[in-house]
Nanobody, 123 residues
Framework: QVHLVESGGGLVQAGDSLRVSCATS????????MAWFRQAPGKEREFVAA????????YYLDSVKGRFAISRDDAKNTAYLQMNSLKPEDTDVYYC????????????????WGQGTQVTVSS
């Protein structure tokens, strides 16, 4: 059974940095595109970043380009999202997702999901 477990969320101040992790199990990690989405109450889940199975290609939401960096460690079956220069508008629940095909920005095209981790940025 596939499991994705996020960790590393928390409460930070504007301008701070935070790294969230997504530990996976029960899947052949190197065959999956890994992505991060975020969602606020009452809003649709929003694409944040994705990384190809090879790690060579990364994709970002325009508003986080230059501030966030997605990466993966195939030896640890773990994906990461490094978030720098955080802003209050980055406050959301962040979800890790896995897709066994080319990358997509559509949340409903991802096969596996974690439970989410709360990131709160105070002004």
């Amino acid at each position: 059974q596939v499991h994705l477990v996020e960790s590393g969320g928390g409460l930070v101040q504007a301008g701070d940095s935070l790294r969230v992790s997504c530990a996976t199990s029960g899947m052949n990690f190197i065959m999956y595109v890994m992505a991060w989405f975020r969602q606020a109450p009452g809003k649709e889940r929003e694409f944040v970043a994705a990384i190809s199975w090879s790690g060579k290609n990364t994709y970002y939401l325009d508003s986080v380009k230059g501030r966030f960096a997605i990466s993966r460690d195939d030896a640890k079956n773990t994906a990461y999202l490094q978030m720098n220069s955080l802003k209050p508008e980055d406050t959301d629940v962040y979800y890790c997702a896995a897709r066994k095909r080319s990358y997509s920005r559509k949340w409903d095209e991802y096969e596996h999901w974690g439970q989410g981790t709360q990131v709160t940025v105070s002004s």
